[in-house]
């Protein structure tokens, strides 16, 4: 499984590749089997205005199901990165759910509340 990382108007300070790539890696690292490659983008919304405008953009090619994108804005880049990465693990683990047992997704999406 390939990551890759791109920084779009965030400085790629020394050592935040390792980071990256070892905190997906540990987060996605169960899922290798059904991950084609992962895309990190980590980008500075805001530029120099401040404020919380460190994004994290996941992108995941998994096989025979429909990528996995999402978004997280925090002040802080390695913030982002770390919600991110706990992120990916709920949802990489909720799509393999559905599809291992698509009954009962669907039965627990139309429970009565």
């Given at each position: 499984m390939r990551i890759d990382l791109r920084c779009d108007g965030v400085e790629?300070?020394?050592?935040?590749?390792?980071?990256?790539?070892?905190?997906?890696?540990?987060?996605i690292g169960r899922f290798r089997d059904h991950i084609q490659w992962a895309r990190i983008k980590l980008?500075?919304?805001?530029?120099?205005?401040?404020?919380?405008?460190k994004?994290?953009?996941?992108?995941?090619?998994?096989?025979?199901?429909?990528?996995?994108?999402?978004a997280i804005t925090q002040l802080d880049v390695r913030a982002a990165?770390?919600?991110?990465?706990?992120?990916?693990?709920?949802?990489l683990a909720q799509r393999l759910r559905r599809q291992r047992n698509p009954r009962a997704a669907?039965?627990?999406?139309?429970a009565p509340a």
């Open positions: 790629a300070a020394p050592g935040l590749q390792e980071y990256v790539t070892r905190r997906m890696s540990f987060a980008a500075d919304v805001n530029g120099p205005r401040g404020g919380a405008d994004r994290c953009v996941v992108q995941l090619r998994l096989r025979n199901l429909p990528d996995v994108v999402f990165v770390d919600e991110a990465a706990d992120r990916v693990g709920r949802v669907l039965a627990i999406s139309q």
